[in-house]
């Protein structure tokens, strides 16, 4: 029904797209085996999400300690700086290849290699959103007696949620994004319709680029949902 | 280090100079033209003043090889008088057959199985098996799309299946029929592609009916390091790889016995147009340079690039002058 009605809608290219991602098609390569359609597609997708959510639990775990840590007591700015820089000039494909030389390929070295992308933006965002927290709030919270720990985590965290979530929402569309490439080191992942102009064609390599919009779609507005949440109510934006 | 490389070198200037020697006497009986052209002392190639009003983009496709190959026939054609670009690592054959048909390169080297398979839609086994049959059907189709392919080289690459000599003698595998058996307890990598296609984990699992314990997609640039870190039992490698003669007793190939890899000659495809316009010593060029090229010597050719790291560049100019093509 659904694909029917899509191959008689004027989309051009997208339309074969549209039409490989809900029905599997001959490829002249595989000796008579169909490609894509909704059980592939599906299947690629949800190991792409998984891939993704991995790498930015990874890149969370290790990223937001030492920001709001480095945040909080005010210090180490050029090392969050810089590091945060560094990190995004990593090319992904140069460190998957050299970490299958240590760690092997899989999903292993694939998370590892996307968190790595994920890092600077949390990192950064996590320093840069508890820095800069209105100090007289700071000093009124040290004023009524909270301990460092509950600074940090009832003033501080609260009143960066928003650039904190910015971070963890740049770093979560970085990912998904490059998760494309982990066909490469053993992760069949949607990137498996884009490298394989020979097997899936054209329409499969436009597929991929199509459900991978989705997905980052959903996912940033999945989390905007959540930073909405998680923003105390007077720090949100009101509608007019 | 450096002398054992420069001893090395010298050795195989040598080796490549006798190939070359073995590539023109065996083509010197059956294409009287170009003998001259290509005889001892002679080889040089002439650079014709009327050539220098063409100019040509060569293109290639994106691995070393292509490279080389793409380099070797763009530093000819120069040599021979022409203007020439070169375009190399455009990407997949698709990618390269698109950038050639919309004019942006004059030629690239294809395989004739690749054209055979992936342009042209044939089944690994209906690719004829000798490389003059090969070529004629793909000119022939290519020729329908107003492009031409010029006779082929001498080597044949191909895929195949490879695994460390430690694996094959405690297997005791020679042929790929022989992991018959054997194949549930082994991993394969290969290429994303290799996957689905018919010429390769396809028709291993359809033709030889083998099952493997799992098939991982990896990069090909990694198809060796994955076997020498022992993650892969087997992996798919390419009878050109400079590894299988620089480290014959550590990886060895098993016998494609039902032939699901069909063999490719590297053969060099233009447009139809281009080709008039340049005139005979595009193509003659080009057919003249690549006689040298037989499997040990491209073998070599690769392993200056992949292991000994010089640039596509540097290592076709290399055997255009060992093999007394350019001065």
Not at chain 1, 119 to 137: E, H
């Amino acid at each position: 029904m659904i694909p029917t009605l899509l191959t008689h809608l004027p989309l051009g290219s997208i339309g074969g797209a549209l039409e490989f991602i809900f029905q599997s098609q001959p490829s002249s390569v595989t000796g008579g085996k169909e490609v894509g359609g909704p059980a592939q597609t599906i299947e690629l997708a949800l190991t792409q999400l998984e891939v993704t959510v991995l790498a930015v639990a990874l890149s969370m775990a290790i990223a937001l300690p030492i920001g709001l840590y480095l945040g909080h007591r005010g210090v180490g700015e050029a090392l969050a700086v810089a590091l945060g820089n560094a990190g995004r000039a990593v090319p992904e494909l140069a460190l998957i290849a050299f970490m299958a030389a240590v760690i092997g390929v899989g999903l292993f070295n694939v998370t590892i290699a996307l968190s790595i992308l994920g890092i600077p933006p949390i990192l950064t965002n996590a320093f840069v959103g508890i820095r800069q927290v209105d100090r007289a709030s700071v000093d009124a919270a040290r004023g009524i007696g909270m301990t460092e720990a509950e600074i940090l985590f009832k003033v501080e965290v609260p009143l960066a949620i928003p650039t904190l979530m910015a971070g963890i929402r740049g770093a979560t569309i970085a990912i998904v994004a490059t998760a494309t490439i982990a066909p490469l080191a053993g992760v069949l992942t949607l990137g498996d319709y884009i490298l394989n102009r020979n097997v899936y064609g054209e329409d499969g390599v436009l597929a991929g680029a199509i459900v991978v919009a989705l997905l980052a779609l959903a996912l940033e507005l999945a989390l905007a949902g959540l930073q909405r949440l998680l923003t105390s109510r007077g720090l949100r934006l009101r509608p007019a | 280090m450096r002398t054992t490389t420069k001893k090395a070198r010298a050795s195989l200037a040598v080796l490549l100079a006798l190939f070359l020697a073995i590539g023109v006497a065996a083509c010197g009986s059956s294409d009287d033209e170009s003998t001259e052209a290509g005889g001892q002392g002679g080889g040089a190639i002439a650079s014709n003043p009327e050539n220098g009003k063409t100019r040509l983009t060569i293109g290639s496709k994106n691995f070393p090889e292509e490279e080389i190959l793409g380099e070797v026939y763009a530093q000819a054609l120069e040599a021979a008088g022409y203007k020439v670009k070169t375009d190399l690592s455009l990407g997949s054959e698709t990618i390269a057959l698109q950038t050639l048909k919309q004019g942006e390169i004059s030629g690239y080297p294809e395989y004739t199985a690749t054209a055979l398979e992936s342009f042209f839609g044939l089944e690994p086994e209906e690719v004829p098996s000798d490389a003059q049959g090969a070529y004629e059907k793909a000119k022939a189709e290519f020729e329908k799309e107003g492009l031409t392919a010029f006779p082929p080289a001498p080597y044949s690459s191909a895929n195949a299946v490879g695994t460390l000599k430690k694996t094959a003698d405690e297997l005791e595998l020679e042929t790929i029929s022989d992991l018959n058996g054997s194949s549930e307890e082994l991993s394969l990598y290969g290429s994303p592609e290799c996957r689905q296609r018919i010429d390769c984990l396809a028709g291993l699992e359809k033709l030889y009916g083998l099952k493997f314990k799992s098939f991982h997609p990896v990069d090909i640039g990694l198809r060796y390091t994955v076997l020498e870190k022992g993650q892969a039992d087997l992996s798919i490698l390419f009878t050109s790889d400079p590894q299988l003669s620089a480290e014959k007793d550590k990886f060895v190939v098993l016998e494609d016995d039902k032939h699901v890899f069909p063999p490719g000659n590297p053969i060099f495809i233009t447009d139809q147009s281009v080709a008039e316009e340049a005139g005979p010593d595009y193509e003659k060029t080009i057919v003249e340079v690549q006689k040298g090229l037989t499997l040990p010597v491209i073998q070599e050719l690769n392993a200056r690039v992949e292991l000994e790291k010089e640039s596509a560049k540097q290592v076709a100019g290399e055997y255009l002058k060992e093999a007394g093509y350019t001065g």
